[in-house]
């Protein structure tokens, strides 16, 4: 089970910080992504992180968040989070995280099998 907490309204040029707590799996072997789907639009992949074959932990980010977003991973809490920087109205959408077992990977929706509720994001002008 995942659930995303942290969304809000903000200002544009504001922060927020998304957790995602997972529970009922084994955290460490799975990838966890964040997703987001703005009003009549297709949901679009934000972030991924999770380990490499060799057991790093790696991050990737869609270039429209990087250097803006970051994402980090707490294995004694089970929580992986999406801090948000110098948010922009276009980043308005509700967000989910997911995951997936095995490796991390560029956040494609249809690699993720198990999903959160969502949580909204609005940024204002």
């Known amino acids: 089970q995942l659930v995303e907490s942290g969304g809000g309204l903000v200002q544009a040029g504001g922060s927020l910080r998304l957790s995602c707590a997972a529970s009922?799996?084994?955290?460490?072997?799975?990838?966890i992504g964040w997703f987001r789907q703005a009003p009549g639009k297709e949901r679009e992949g934000v972030s991924c992180i999770g380990k490499t074959d060799g057991g790093k932990y790696v991050t990737y980010y869609v270039d429209s968040v990087k250097g803006r977003f970051t994402v980090s991973r707490d294995s004694a809490k089970n929580t992986v989070y999406l801090q948000m920087d110098s948010l922009k109205p276009e980043d308005t959408a509700v967000y989910y995280c997911a995951a997936r077992r095995g490796v991390a990977v560029v956040p494609v929706a249809r690699l993720f099998r198990s999903w959160g509720q969502g949580t909204q994001v609005t940024v204002s002008s």
């Open positions: 009922g799996f084994g955290f460490d072997d799975y990838a």
